[in-house]
Nanobody, 112 residues
Framework: QVQLVESGGGLAQTGGSLRLSCAVSRSILDFTLMGWYRQAPGKQRELVARISRAGITNYAGSVEGRFTISRDNAQNTVYLQMNSLKAEDTAVYYC??????WGRGTQVTVSS
């Protein structure tokens, strides 16, 4: 069993930045894919970004060029650097490991 704990969410202004962290209770090298998802009120959960064990990354089109996912294997932590934030980025952000393992989420609110 694995625990994923997100942190770094909060309130940001439009155009601002936040950095999310996901601390994992065991080696992230055990997992093929680490990812960040988000769910806005009244909407379905959607993929934001993911990174493979080999470091290959994929992004949703809506965040491409603004968000960066990275991983620190030694610290068993995955990050999501979010720049140029928009109001539509407001959501609960969830860390994910190999699809079936989820954190509890961290709220990101972007206001003007």
């Amino acid at each position: 069993q694995v625990q994923l704990v997100e942190s770094g969410g909060g309130l940001a202004q439009t155009g601002g930045s936040l950095r999310l962290s996901c601390a994992v209770s065991r080696s992230i090298l055990d997992f093929t894919l680490m990812g960040w998802y988000r769910q806005a009120p009244g909407k379905q959960r959607e993929l934001v970004a993911r990174i493979s064990r080999a470091g290959i990354t994929n992004y949703a089109g809506s965040v491409e060029g603004r968000f960066t996912i990275s991983r620190d294997n030694a610290q068993n932590t995955v990050y999501l650097q979010m720049n140029s934030l928009k109001a539509e980025d407001t959501a609960v952000y969830y860390c994910n490991a190999d699809i079936r393992n989820w954190g509890r989420g961290t709220q990101v609110t972007v206001s003007s």
